[in-house]
């Protein structure tokens, strides 16, 4: 939608979608930037966080069904 002043709502999420990132973590990095363009500023640290777990597990080489800090 466009206002009479010319700002066009919604507004397009912050960031750049990345390409080559496994499924879940696409999502949660979509859900993250739609987050952050609502002022839901918690959730998207919250998604963004659940980013970095996924990429120290992944890193890690841990084994599914493990604890990570059994890895």
Do not use: Q
Request: hydrophobic share 45%; with cysteine; proline share 6%.
């Amino acid at each position: 939608m466009k206002t009479t002043a010319g700002a066009i709502y919604p507004a397009a999420p912050i960031g750049k979608m990345i390409g080559g990132l496994p499924d879940d973590v696409k999502d949660a990095w979509r859900e993250a930037r739609v987050a952050h363009n609502v002022a839901a500023y918690t959730a998207s640290e919250m998604m963004c966080r659940k980013i970095l777990m996924h990429l120290a597990v992944d890193k890690a080489g841990s084994d599914p069904g493990k604890h990570f800090v059994e890895s």
